[in-house]
């Protein structure tokens, strides 16, 4: 006989005591013990991607707020800084000018994207 085959003769006594409604039912107890563990490990993991969700949202949002307060003060000071050369009236127009130029730059160069990306994804694929 190989060595690599199983021998019948080895079984132990005990593997002949059982029964298959027992072993399934053991099999059963193993696999609910088995979901139970596997469904507290996966609510802990939701927890935590829960908290964590949190907290990274509210250290955008205060990145956000400064870097809008950040812009403010910028635009502020391009306005003080101009002042002496086009008075107050005609830097406060220089800088709203300017930013409106941005804006604009920005919503055309979004709108040209927003139509590639409409053109591309109405395409039907080639046959």
Not at 76 to 81: D, P, Q, T
């Given at each position: 006989?190989?060595?690599?085959?199983?021998?019948?003769?080895?079984?132990?006594?005990?593997?002949?005591?059982?029964?298959?409604?027992?072993?399934?039912?053991?099999?059963?107890?193993?696999?609910?013990?088995?979901?139970?563990?596997?469904?507290?490990?996966?609510?802990?993991?939701?927890?935590?991607?829960?908290?964590?969700?949190?907290?990274?949202?509210?250290?955008g949002l205060l990145a956000a707020a400064l870097v809008f307060f950040a812009l403010m003060a910028l635009t502020l000071?391009?306005?003080?800084?101009?002042?002496?050369?086009?008075?107050?009236?005609?830097?406060?127009?220089?800088?709203?000018?300017?930013?409106?130029?941005?804006?604009?730059?920005?919503?055309?160069?979004?709108?040209?994207?927003?139509?590639?990306?409409?053109?591309?994804?109405s395409e039907k694929d080639p046959e």
């Amino acid at each position: 006989m190989n060595d690599s085959e199983p021998s019948t003769a080895r079984v132990s006594g005990d593997a002949r005591e059982r029964s298959l409604p027992e072993d399934l039912r053991e099999l059963a107890e193993d696999a609910r013990a088995l979901a139970e563990a596997e469904f507290a490990y996966q609510k802990s993991r939701a927890a935590f991607a829960g908290q964590e969700a949190k907290r990274i949202a509210i250290l955008g949002l205060l990145a956000a707020a400064l870097v809008f307060f950040a812009l403010m003060a910028l635009t502020l000071g391009l306005v003080l800084a101009l002042t002496p050369m086009l008075t107050a009236w005609g830097a406060t127009a220089v800088v709203v000018g300017g930013l409106l130029l941005v804006a604009a730059i920005c919503g055309i160069l979004a709108a040209t994207r927003w139509r590639n990306m409409a053109v591309t994804l109405s395409e039907k694929d080639p046959e």
